[in-house]
């Protein structure tokens, strides 16, 4: 699958408009994998913290960076074997869905904590408060 704008400007002539936005989209690609692999080590710590992966190995921070350093090692050898064999348009793919599907999953938890566990009124008003209120929990809106 090749990427629709940066083919659009090829067709056109403008070689050097569409290698920027291919640079651009790689530097794009590329920064929300760096991040979510952050993020994936430390949701791995939170889980060994919280019991529910081995604290030895997952939760184990490094003497002088104080962070955890072996599960950062486990998932930059895991992503680069997947980025090693896996072709850049499946891994946008996955990264894609994958940040879908996180996103759902916080707002759907969100949802569930709105009606098992209210929130008093008062910690958090922003403008339209009632409104996105009445979409999450219509029954507790007042």
């Known amino acids: 699958?090749?990427?629709?704008?940066?083919?659009?400007?090829?067709?056109?002539?403008?070689?050097?408009?569409?290698?920027?936005?291919?640079?651009?989209?790689?530097?794009?690609?590329?920064?929300?994998?760096?991040?979510?692999?952050?993020?994936?080590?430390r949701v791995l710590y939170a889980m060994a913290c919280d019991g529910l992966l081995p604290r030895k190995f997952f939760a184990a921070i490094h003497p002088k960076f104080r962070t955890p350093y072996k599960s950062t090692l486990l998932v930059g050898v895991l992503a680069g074997v997947v980025g090693s064999l896996v072709p850049i348009d499946d891994i946008g793919k996955m990264v894609n869905i994958g940040t879908l599907l996180a996103f759902v999953i916080v707002c759907i938890a969100v949802m569930v904590l709105r009606r098992t566990i209210p929130v008093?009124?008062?910690?958090?008003?922003?403008?339209?408060?009632?409104?996105?209120?009445?979409?999450?929990?219509?029954?507790?809106?007042?």
Not at 6 to 22: K, P, Q, W
Not at 132 to 137: E, G, N, P, V, W
């Open 1 to 41: 699958m090749e990427a629709p704008l940066a083919v659009a400007f090829l067709d056109r002539g403008l070689t050097s408009a569409s290698y920027l936005i291919t640079a651009g989209a790689l530097a794009g690609l590329t920064s929300v994998m760096l991040v979510m692999l952050l993020g994936q080590t």
């Open 120 to 142: 008093k009124r008062g910690h958090f008003v922003h403008p339209g408060f009632h409104w996105f209120r009445c979409l999450a929990s219509p029954s507790t809106a007042t």
